[in-house]
Nanobody, 126 residues
Framework: QVQLVESGGGSVQAGGSLKLSCAAS????????MCWFRQVAGKEREGVAV????????RYDESVKGRFTISRDNTKNTLFLEMNSLRPEDTAMYYC???????????????????WGQGTQVTVSS
């Protein structure tokens, strides 16, 4: 079945950058919706960036808009999240996810996603 594996997390100082990767396998990398989520222990998971592959459109949570960029490499079945101007509040476990739905009214809602990776930790120090 579909597997998603995140990598690229680490520890950086505020203002720094990281690029996360999510390698997909098991089935063709053709989901209409691919999303990056993050979660802090004790808090709910929140969507930060989503890409609608059919028209290559992206949407971002307001907290990361202008700082993060989501992209996809179809030839390598890999999803990316370029993270710039990182802030301490960006510290979280980051997950990639894919949805089987063809239409999403709330593309950043975790309940819409069916496939999940195991996460990669991002820590930003002030």
């Amino acid at each position: 079945q579909v597997q998603l594996v995140e990598s690229g997390g680490g520890s950086v100082q505020a203002g720094g950058s990281l690029k996360l990767s999510c390698a997909a396998s098991g089935y063709p990398f053709g989901s209409d919706w691919m999303c990056w989520f993050r979660q802090v222990a004790g808090k709910e998971r929140e969507g930060v960036a989503v890409i609608y592959t059919a028209v290559s459109e992206s949407r971002y949570d307001e907290s990361v808009k202008g700082r993060f960029t989501i992209s996809r490499d179809n030839t390598k079945n890999t999803l990316f999240l370029e993270m710039n101007s990182l802030r301490p509040e960006d510290t979280a476990m980051y997950y990639c996810a894919a949805s089987k739905f063809r239409t999403l009214s709330k593309p950043l809602a975790s309940g819409n996603y069916h496939y999940w990776g195991q996460g990669t930790q991002v820590t930003v120090s002030s």
